[in-house]
């Protein structure tokens, strides 16, 4: 019992970890962070081995929260060093305005976030979404919906900010 669990463990690992970890890479620019997440995703999954139906989904979710945690660190650590620059009267360069995609995903709430990251980074349909997050495929189809127009109009303003 015990060595089948080990062994489809190791086939799961085996089958998604290079798939997660370059799916975490795509969301944080950067190898070696992306494998930290990967890595904790897995070592998450098997503390709850035996308790988890999902698995797939559970890695995804998990490493979605660890890219949040990423994300909202390192704007922390951008807020301080912008405290320090100006602090330290010195004159920080002018922020362009950046339309980058994955920055205007970071910003979106987390309800609209999460489904935006499983059903387009992950390529997660939308019927398996709606069971990780435990909505209605109406309902994620709608969150879908509104993370696109609130892309959309950020993107416009960017642009417009630009020219």
């Known amino acids: 019992m015990k ?4 062994k489809a463990a190791a086939e799961l690992f085996a089958a998604l970890y290079p798939r997660l970890a ?3 890479r795509r969301l944080v620019d950067d190898d070696e962070t992306a494998h930290e997440i990967a890595s904790e995703a897995f070592t998450r999954l098997w503390a ?14 998990t490493a979605a ?20 620059t100006v602090e330290a009267s010195v004159q920080p360069p002018a922020e362009q305005a950046d339309p980058s995609v994955r920055l205007l995903v970071q910003a979106l709430p987390e309800r609209l976030r999460i489904p935006t990251l499983l059903h387009y980074y992950a390529d997660v349909p939308i019927r398996e979404v709606a069971v990780l997050t435990g909505r209605k495929e109406g309902t994620v189809k709608a969150d879908l919906h509104a993370a696109r127009e609130l892309l959309r109009a950020h993107l416009r303003r960017s642009l417009d900010h630009i020219q």
């Open 3 to 6: 060595r089948s669990r080990e």
């Open 22 to 24: 370059g799916w975490c």
């Open 48 to 61: 709850r081995w035996t308790s988890v139906a999902e698995p797939r989904g559970f890695l995804y979710v």
């Open 65 to 84: 929260n660890l890219v949040r945690d990423h994300w909202r660190r390192m704007e922390r650590e951008r807020r301080a060093m912008r405290r320090a």
